[in-house]
């Protein structure tokens, strides 16, 4: 459907910005019927809510020519939860009602108040803000909303998931109550709907949410790995897609911090957004993103919130999201307004079962697939080099006569080779993963090469907490200090796992994991001990000295709170 039914300047800007139909959500709120009714959208990130909310909120704006009276208190009201959402609507309802002479204003945090206030009191058609900001300018007697009209909260889930109920309860009483209210929202958990009881009346209710829930234009990857090859398989992933920009999602400040350090060390153009970033310092963060002159940001959940960049087509999730939302509202930065993008979850071995169970309550449909080899990006590279090298490009005299010198003294085959060492040397080098567990070897007579003589030692994990040869070896390396090839036979049970060491290195093995027991960057809560002798003179010696077998039939293990499958190791007993 065209945009018939707008005024004039509307469909004029929204002509020269390259929109030729209305996206589905778009389509829904200009529907007949509609245009004057509070209205509860669903709708998935990326999918042109702005610009929807921005025509659905035009009938209370305009007048009878589609243009905007003399400015003075706001008609309008748009609350977003962070400043960088924020600033993305103003820019939005900008250009959108540019022609039509609105005079649009910007409350957020960040920002200097008492410049808001100035332009409060000079007037305004919009006002658009962050709830904090809105409340403050509110109880200071700046912002005047006596004569709103319409109300819009855009991602009202993650306004409440942020602690912003207070600021919008008081924000929504003091505007005028037959206003309009637009509520948009991704997700509509139980908060969402008793706030929509409270301040809206008889709501249309829009989904534009496809059934899978996973965003259509977005392909869903996971890959498994070491805890201790995590770094490596991110710039694997970065060197195979060599994205236009993309976004690594960390949890902590302190996880973005040591990431971006990393990236930057290895020639990655990065940057980083968490919370103890200044407004300025994102800001530039930004620009830089837009301006490729960075192409890699690595960002906290609620820092990445409210991020257009119409370039992202990589989200890495290098620490799990928290639940499937989460997991939605991460991916959903890219593959937006059409455009496709990839989401790829990097899973320690032992969380597998917890994001299959993560991916199932997402209803995504993710592929499991292996970390990118070396081969594969260095494969990858050539394909690139030479579909660049070879478009068809203009070419100036200065070039060509730069370019008959170069011949007169060098081969062809070396000009090209020289060519290609050049643009290799401005890449990260892709990264050597470690062997994903022991490898398949036949079984040799007798011991292996120096395991002649070797020391077993237990640990307090077994088949029960997802053990795995494939994130216990690194795990013993990064306690114990050791390599992988200094680990024999490992065996695991049920409840217990394990392993022999040789007797040279198993006292500098045995200090090595007292020192690290209370290292918070270790698996802690897994105990680490010598066992006297072989595993089975180690089982004899506890049935001998263990209480009598029980003899009737033993109860099936329940878990316990926070226990349940896919919740990674259970600690102790």
């Keep these: 459907m065209p945009f018939s039914r707008l005024p004039a300047l509307l469909a004029e800007a929204l002509s020269e910005r390259g929109y030729a139909a209305p996206t589905p959500v778009q389509a829904a709120v200009l529907e007949e019927g509609a245009d004057s009714r509070d209205l509860i959208v669903s709708a998935q990130t990326g999918s042109g809510k702005t610009v929807a909310f921005g025509l659905a909120i035009a009938p209370q704006l305009l007048d009878a020519d589609g243009r905007m009276d003399r400015p003075g208190a706001p008609l309008a009201l748009a609350i977003a939860p962070t400043r960088e959402l924020a600033l993305q609507v103003s820019r939005e309802l900008m250009w959108l009602y540019g022609k039509a002479g609105a005079r649009i204003v910007s409350c957020v945090g960040g920002m200097d108040p008492s410049k808001e206030r100035r332009n ?14 809105l409340r403050d ?13 319409v109300v819009v909260l855009d991602e009202a889930d993650e306004m409440l998931d942020m602690g912003f109920r207070e600021d919008l309860e008081e924000i929504l009483d003091a505007t005028p109550e037959n206003r ?9 958990p139980k908060p969402i709907t008793m706030l929509a009881k ?12 496809t059934e899978d829930r996973g965003h259509g234009d977005i392909t869903y990857q996971a890959v498994t790995v070491a805890p201790s090859d995590i770094e490596a398989a991110v710039v694997n992933l970065l060197r195979l897609h060599e994205p236009d920009t993309a976004i690594l999602f960390c949890a902590t400040r302190d996880a973005v911090r040591h990431l971006h350090a990393s990236l930057i060390e290895r020639g990655f153009d990065a940057v980083a957004l968490s919370g103890e970033h200044s407004q300025s310092e994102r800001n530039h963060a930004l620009q830089a993103l837009r301006d490729r002159r960075a192409r890699v940001c690595v960002a906290t959940d609620v820092a990445a919130r409210g991020i257009d960049l119409p370039s992202l087509s990589l989200v890495v999730h290098v620490e799990l999201p928290r639940d499937h939302e989460a997991l939605q509202h991460r991916s959903g930065r890219t593959g937006r307004a059409g455009k496709k993008g990839t989401a790829v979850l990097i899973v320690p071995y032992q969380r597998r079962r917890r994001v299959e169970s993560m991916l199932r309550g997402a209803r995504i449909q993710a592929e499991w697939v292996p970390v990118p080899t070396a081969e594969q990006i260095r494969a990858a590279d050539q394909e690139r080099l030479i579909a660049a090298l070879t478009q068809p490009v203009e070419i100036e005299d200065e070039d060509r006569a730069l370019g008959a010198k170069l011949m007169a003294e060098l081969s062809p085959e070396d000009i090209a080779a020289m060519l290609v060492r050049s643009h290799r040397s401005k890449l990260p080098a892709p990264e050597e993963m470690v062997d994903q567990g022991p490898k398949p070897r036949e079984r040799p ?40 090839q200094d680990i024999g036979a490992i065996r695991i049970a049920a409840d217990e796992t394990m392993f022999e060491i040789p007797r040279h290195a198993a006292s500098r093995f045995v200090a090595a994991v007292k020192r690290t027991a209370g290292d918070p960057n270790t698996e802690d809560g897994i105990r680490i001990e010598p066992i006297q002798g072989s595993p089975r003179e180690a089982a004899r010696h506890n049935r001998r000295s263990g209480p009598p077998p029980v003899r009737h039939q033993a109860k099936p293990f329940r878990a316990g709170p926070g226990q349940g499958q896919g919740q990674g190791p259970r600690r102790g007993r």
């Design 180 to 188: 309009r209210t637009l509520l948009f929202s991704a997700t509509m």
């Design 198 to 209: 409270r301040y809206q009346r008889d709501a249309l209710r829009i989904s534009t949410m």
């Design 445 to 484: 007579e007798g011991p292996r090469p120096g395991f002649e003589d070797t020391v077993w030692f237990r640990m307090d994990v077994g088949r029960r907490h997802n053990a795995d040869p494939r994130w216990l070896l690194p795990l013993l390396c990064r306690r114990g200090h050791i390599t992988k």
């Design 137 to 149: 300018h509110l109880e200071r007697g700046a912002l005047d909303l006596s004569g709103l009209r």
């Design 120 to 133: 409060l009191s000079h007037g305004a058609h919009i006002v658009v803000g962050t709830p904090g900001r």
